[in-house]
């Protein structure tokens, strides 16, 4: 691929210019990301909330994800000396911890900094590691990036797949990675982000409750120097006395709360590029 033949600085400019074209044309993309800062903006979560602002974090949201492709296009280019140089892990304690019963554990994820590269990462330091998608990048790629992933021995799974390969994940000590602000779900309910209600998958909070295991929050950032931070947040456990009902709200409800904590404090890095807050008109 070409990618891994650049440098950094050339893929950095490749990263913007190609950014711009498409902040440029594609305008149902351009609306979706504009309308979601108005709605971040308006709950008083985005720190200069002026018009210039907001297009400017938009912009960079869009170079984000433009450098999110051509570094994940360079992942063979991520050896054991890079893992020690270009990534750095933060909050292990929470996973470890999670394990330590000899089960497995859910990790919660927004779609902020390189998500991608975090899931290799921690393949490649020997977990097991299980993630659920849908179309990725485009839908003619969607086949070459389930390859690269399994080429990482990383795990793919479908919603259609059901819950059943991801239950036998976590019975042999594995992670189940599960990117909860996307729209590859099956089941949701409505909750508060930003102010909205919108509706929030309950398969992290369901899957960590019929497993038995700890729902951990995490999240990827790309730092100026280019170094990839990998960081547990904190954890939920299942709470048997609560009904399911119950459980799964109280459970979805903090996965939520901790996806507004993270996006908010590195939005010009998430990349959702939908209309999330579409429904909030119609309340």
Same mark, same amino acid.
């Given at each position: 691929m070409l990618a891994p033949t650049l440098p950094? =600085?050339?893929?950095?400019?490749?990263?913007?210019? $190609?950014s711009r074209l498409e902040f440029a044309f594609a305008r149902t993309r351009?609306?979706?990301?504009?309308?979601?800062?108005?709605?971040?903006?308006?709950?008083?979560?985005?720190?200069?909330?002026? =018009?210039?602002? %907001?297009?400017? $974090?938009?912009r960079a949201m869009f170079g984000s994800y433009h450098r999110f492709v051509l570094e994940y296009l360079a992942q063979g280019s991520i050896d054991s000396r890079a893992l020690d140089?270009?990534?750095?892990f933060?909050?292990?304690?929470?996973?470890?911890?999670?394990?330590?019963?000899?089960?497995?554990?859910?990790?919660?994820? =927004?779609?902020?900094?390189?998500?991608?590269?975090?899931?290799?990462?921690?393949?490649?330091?020997?977990?097991?590691?299980?993630?659920? $998608?849908?179309?990725?990048?485009?839908?003619?790629?969607?086949?070459?990036?389930?390859?690269?992933?399994?080429?990482?021995?990383?795990?793919?799974? $479908?919603?259609?797949?059901?819950f059943r390969p991801l239950l036998e994940t976590l019975r042999r000590g594995g992670i189940v990675v599960l990117l909860t602000d996307g729209d590859v779900f099956v089941r949701s309910i409505d909750t508060e982000f930003f102010g909205s209600r919108v509706p929030f998958p309950v398969g992290p909070a369901i899957l960590a409750r019929r497993a038995k295991v700890r729902l951990l929050h995490a999240h990827a950032e790309r730092r100026a120097s280019g170094c990839h931070v990998i960081s547990f947040d904190g954890t939920e456990s299942p709470e048997p006395s609560l009904s399911v009902e119950e459980d799964i709200r109280r459970i979805t409800r903090? %996965?939520?709360?901790?996806?507004?904590r993270t996006i908010a404090a590195r %939005?010009?890095?998430?990349?959702?590029?939908? =209309?999330?807050?579409?429904?909030?008109?119609a309340d």
């Amino acid at each position: 691929m070409l990618a891994p033949t650049l440098p950094d =600085p050339v893929l950095s400019s490749l990263a913007r210019a $190609t950014s711009r074209l498409e902040f440029a044309f594609a305008r149902t993309r351009r609306r979706a990301v504009l309308s979601n800062l108005a709605q971040i903006a308006s709950s008083g979560r985005l720190s200069a909330a002026g =018009p210039r602002s %907001v297009t400017r $974090t938009a912009r960079a949201m869009f170079g984000s994800y433009h450098r999110f492709v051509l570094e994940y296009l360079a992942q063979g280019s991520i050896d054991s000396r890079a893992l020690d140089t270009r990534f750095r892990f933060q909050g292990m304690e929470f996973l470890y911890r999670a394990l330590k019963p000899g089960r497995g554990a859910v990790v919660s994820a =927004p779609h902020v900094g390189n998500w991608e590269l975090a899931g290799i990462a921690l393949a490649r330091l020997g977990f097991r590691v299980h993630v659920v $998608t849908g179309v990725q990048f485009h839908g003619r790629l969607t086949r070459i990036a389930r390859i690269l992933k399994e080429r990482e021995r990383i795990l793919v799974s $479908t919603p259609g797949d059901g819950f059943r390969p991801l239950l036998e994940t976590l019975r042999r000590g594995g992670i189940v990675v599960l990117l909860t602000d996307g729209d590859v779900f099956v089941r949701s309910i409505d909750t508060e982000f930003f102010g909205s209600r919108v509706p929030f998958p309950v398969g992290p909070a369901i899957l960590a409750r019929r497993a038995k295991v700890r729902l951990l929050h995490a999240h990827a950032e790309r730092r100026a120097s280019g170094c990839h931070v990998i960081s547990f947040d904190g954890t939920e456990s299942p709470e048997p006395s609560l009904s399911v009902e119950e459980d799964i709200r109280r459970i979805t409800r903090r %996965v939520a709360e901790f996806q507004e904590r993270t996006i908010a404090a590195r %939005v010009d890095q998430w990349c959702v590029f939908r =209309p999330l807050f579409a429904r909030a008109g119609a309340d």
